[in-house]
C-alpha cells in the first residue's frame, strides 16, 4: 500500500487566492482527518470524515476553509481566500473504524500564502 | 489549560543516552494512550501505543502512563542520531466516536 497521498507536497500561492489541497487515504480506511500544523499552535484538527461524512469540523477557522469528501478515495481542503496566516502544514490522516490506536499520516502539504 | 500539555524542548543529548519526554494531560477519561515519531518534513508515524495503565517495552523505547498522576513517558535508550526527530503524545477516550488528542511535540536531538 502507498500509504496516505497528498498532493501538492508544496505549494505558494498569493493571498487571495483559491487554494485546493488533496488527499487519497488508505484503501479500506473509513475515516478521514485534515490537520494543520505549526510552530505555535502544534497541530490541530481541522475536520474529519467517517464513511465520507463530515462529523466534526469544530476545528475549521472560519468560512474561508472548506472540506468534501465525495468519495471513499479522495477528499480536498479549500482555502477560499487564502491569508497569509494560512501558511502551515496540512497534513491528512486516515483509519480503520475500531483503531484504537492511531492514524496513518500523509506527508503533508507545506503551503505559504504571501 | 490545553487537554494535553508537553515540554516543546529543544532537548539534545548525547548519543547513547537515556531520554524521557514526558507529557501531563487533564482528561481523567483518557484511556488510549501513543506516542508518535515526526521527522523534518514528514508526516508523524505511529511509533507505540498503550491501553490504560502500565508499561509497555518495544525494543529500545519503553513507554509508561500513570493514570492517578496523569502523566505518560517515553524512554529511549541506548539513543542513536536517527532518533533525532519531534516526539508527540497523543491520548483519546475509550469511545468509538472520540478523537486523538496530540501534544504539541518535543523536539529531540542526538549529538554523534
Known amino acids: ?114 | 489549560q490545553k487537554e494535553v500539555e508537553q515540554d516543546p524542548g529543544p532537548l539534545s543529548v548525547p548519543e547513547g543516552a537515556i531520554v524521557s519526554l514526558n507529557c501531563t494531560y487533564s482528561n481523567s477519561a483518557f484511556q488510549y494512550f501513543m506516542w508518535y515519531r515526526q521527522y523534518s518534513r514528514k508526516g508523524p508515524e505511529l511509533l507505540m501505543y498503550t491501553y490504560s495503565s502500565g508499561n509497555k517495552e518495544d525494543g529500545r523505547f519503553t513507554a509508561q502512563v500513570d493514570k492517578s498522576s496523569k502523566y505518560i513517558s517515553l524512554f529511549i535508550r541506548d539513543s542513536q542520531p536517527s532518533d533525532s526527530a519531534t516526539y508527540l503524545c497523543a491520548m483519546k477516550t475509550g469511545s468509538s466516536a472520540s478523537k486523538i488528542i496530540f501534544g504539541s511535540g518535543t523536539r529531540l536531538s542526538i549529538r554523534p
Not at chain 1, 490541530?44 to 464513511?51: A, C, G, P, V
Not at chain 1, 465520507?52 to 472548506?66: A, K, L, Q, T, Y
Request: proline share 6%; charged share 20%.
Open chain 1, 1 to 114: 500500500d502507498a500509504g496516505v497521498i497528498q498532493s501538492p507536497r508544496h505549494e505558494v500561492t498569493e493571498m487571495g487566492q483559491e487554494v485546493t489541497l488533496r488527499c487519497k487515504p488508505i484503501s479500506g480506511h473509513n475515516s478521514l482527518f485534515w490537520y494543520r500544523q505549526t510552530m505555535m499552535r502544534g497541530l490541530e484538527l481541522l475536520i474529519y470524515f467517517n464513511n465520507n461524512v463530515p462529523i466534526d469540523d469544530s476545528g475549521m477557522p472560519e468560512d474561508r476553509f472548506s472540506a468534501k469528501m465525495p468519495n471513499a478515495s479522495f477528499s480536498t481542503l479549500k482555502i477560499q481566500p487564502s491569508e497569509p496566516r494560512d501558511s502551515a502544514v496540512y497534513f491528512c490522516a486516515s483509519s480503520s473504524q475500531g483503531n484504537d490506536y492511531g492514524y496513518t499520516f500523509g506527508s503533508g502539504t507545506r503551503l505559504t500564502v504571501v
